[in-house]
């Protein structure tokens, strides 16, 4: 009992999740309020994309983002309603209904839930740091992309590729409107770039914000701005659980709970070695409570009428820089999201939208550094392609995509440097050498005796002709799978059926279960032709060509 309460102690909120902030809460508020606004057009267009309404998506960036930042296990992470999570959603909404949004969020919610606490968080410590870099460039690309409509002062194309709808909405561009636009975002970049070199405990994208909204009240510039915004919120409610409805959104529900979880573990790691203004990495998480708190997030927002939520990249990203270091900044993130719906609806609605899309292009070009791609694409070419790869079809496709074909790419190139590592390779017969040596071979396996290698060691050993024993090394074997026992069955057989008898020498003790049960000892022609010693080994070989020299005479 102790240890199931000790357990969940785990996942639970502690005094060391506010660890400094006696010294960070200035940077913390000022970088809540910073990604508060940021993110309220954010959740505003991600709500409407998805099919649920811009209520919808304020409701999850207010409740799942507060839920999220108290519950998580990152200190920076931001979360609420996401691009990736639209394009599942939205055929969801279409096929059964926006009342059907409230209860597919509870059920994933509660999904990502057990996963997290079933353990598997960590898993994503598995995926590989190519494919993690590659995510993060091929997000940024998007982040970016995914600004031009708001930097060109046009509609953006729904439904179409991220860089094919940039490309169409710059074409749609319109004078004087593309010139106003393009020199607010010139402006939000510059403030953001040059401001920190003069002094680094300024918030920039803040200022950037204000100077760049208050330039554009006084010059009367005829741009898009984020506009009327909703009062209020719904008040929660238990969503409709219709039995019928449930069936029809399980499997929906399954793929949203993996998204969820795929991308909010990613984006905590990213943030985790994303690095502030201070110049210092944003430190560690805990990914199995990371996965509880995202999980808990969905629930709460569900019963709010709100969509499945996620860690939000790009927000993140945001809170990071603008130094954030404990989880008050995300938890001040969804406080000012309320007030703003409550109290200054009209005031944020003056934002000029090209404000928003300077902030996030620059957060995009910041989120990859040129020393981290040059040390990937200095470092193998596997590792480089699968960087290239992955990012390419994050941009092309969507992440999960890119996650899977990545990890696909990675395990192909690792299993072929394995295999390279593995082979067989003839020894001579220790000296001095005896009459009859010749009939004798000796056989070294090396590295990893798996499905990759395991034909080519076959095919090496199964040639060798003019011999009568033939001695199998073991001992260098580091890895060994029931493709590879298998191998060494057939190895033995053929060997057998042609007349030479084989000898085992150095089973690893962690490998001599699975080559039993495999029937390695069994395709052997005596059990006792299983040495641990090559002396022995070799003497026992001479015996049978001794015996069979005999037998000819």
């Known amino acids: 009992m102790s240890v199931s309460l000790s357990r969940l102690s785990r996942f639970l909120p502690s005094r060391r999740d506010y660890d400094g902030l006696r010294s960070s809460w200035k940077t913390d508020l000022l970088a809540g309020i910073t990604v508060g606004i940021v993110a309220l057009p954010l959740a505003l267009a991600f709500g409407v994309s998805s099919g649920a309404g811009a209520e919808a998506g304020l409701i999850t960036a207010v409740v799942a983002g507060l839920v999220a930042a108290i519950m998580g296990g990152s200190h920076v992470q931001v979360s609420g309603p996401t691009g990736a999570m639209v394009v599942v959603l939205a055929p969801v909404v279409a096929a059964h209904g926006v009342g059907s949004i409230a209860l597919v969020s509870l059920m994933a919610g509660l999904l990502v839930v057990i996963l997290g606490l079933s353990g598997l968080g960590r898993a994503v410590a598995f995926i590989p740091w190519p494919v993690v870099e590659g995510f993060t460039l091929g997000i940024a690309a998007i ?38 636009t393009l020199g607010v975002v010139a402006g939000v970049a510059a403030v953001m770039l040059l401001l920190p070199k003069l002094n680094k405990a300024l918030p920039a994208s803040l200022i950037a914000v204000l100077v760049a909204t208050v330039a554009a009240e006084l010059l009367q510039l005829d741009i898009p701005r984020i506009g009327a915004l909703p009062h209020s919120l719904s008040a929660p409610s238990v969503p409709s659980l219709d039995p019928a409805a449930l069936g029809g959104l399980l499997m929906p529900a399954v793929s949203i709970a993996m998204l969820a979880a795929i991308e909010s573990l990613l984006s905590a790691r990213v943030a985790a070695g994303m690095v502030g203004p201070d110049g210092r990495p944003s430190g560690a998480y805990s990914p199995d409570r990371e996965l509880m708190g995202q999980g808990l997030a969905s629930v709460a927002a569900g019963f709010f009428g709100g969509m499945p939520a996620t860690g939000a990249i790009a927000r993140t990203a945001v809170n990071v820089r603008s130094g954030a270091k404990t989880r008050l900044s995300a938890i001040v993130h969804a406080l000012v999201l309320l007030a703003i719906i409550y109290l200054a609806a009209g005031l944020v609605g003056t934002i000029p939208l090209a404000v928003l899309a300077g902030i996030l292009m620059v957060t995009a070009t910041r989120m990859v550094s040129r020393h981290t791609v040059g040390a990937i694409m200095r470092s193998t070419r596997a590792d480089a392609f699968v960087f290239v790869l992955t990012a390419l079809i994050t941009v092309a496709f969507d992440l999960i995509v890119a996650i899977e074909i990545g990890l696909v790419a990675a395990a192909l190139f690792t299993l072929r440097k394995f295999a390279s590592l593995s082979g067989v390779k003839r020894e001579e017969i220790p000296a001095p050498r005896e009459d009859g040596d010749q009939h004798i071979a000796i056989f070294r396996l090396d590295g990893a005796m798996f499905f990759g290698a395991a034909e080519r060691v076959l095919q090496e050993i199964s040639q060798v002709k003019d011999i009568q024993v033939a001695i199998i090394r073991l001992s260098q074997v580091r890895m060994l799978d029931a493709t590879g026992a298998h191998t060494l069955v057939e190895v033995i057989s053929a060997l057998e059926l042609r007349g030479v008898t084989v000898l085992l020498k150095g089973v690893q003790p962690q490998h001599l279960e699975l080559v039993t049960n495999v029937g390695v000892i069994r395709s052997l022609r005596h059990h006792k032709h299983l040495f641990t010693s090559l002396p022995e080994a070799v003497e026992h070989a001479r015996s049978h060509v001794r015996r069979n020299a005999a037998a000819s005479v």
């Open 143 to 180: 982040i970016f992309l995914q600004q031009v409509p708001l930097a060109t002062g046009t509609q953006g194309v729904p439904g179409h590729n991220t860089l094919v709808a940039a490309f169409e909405s710059a074409s749609q561009a319109t004078l004087p409107t593309v010139l106003q």
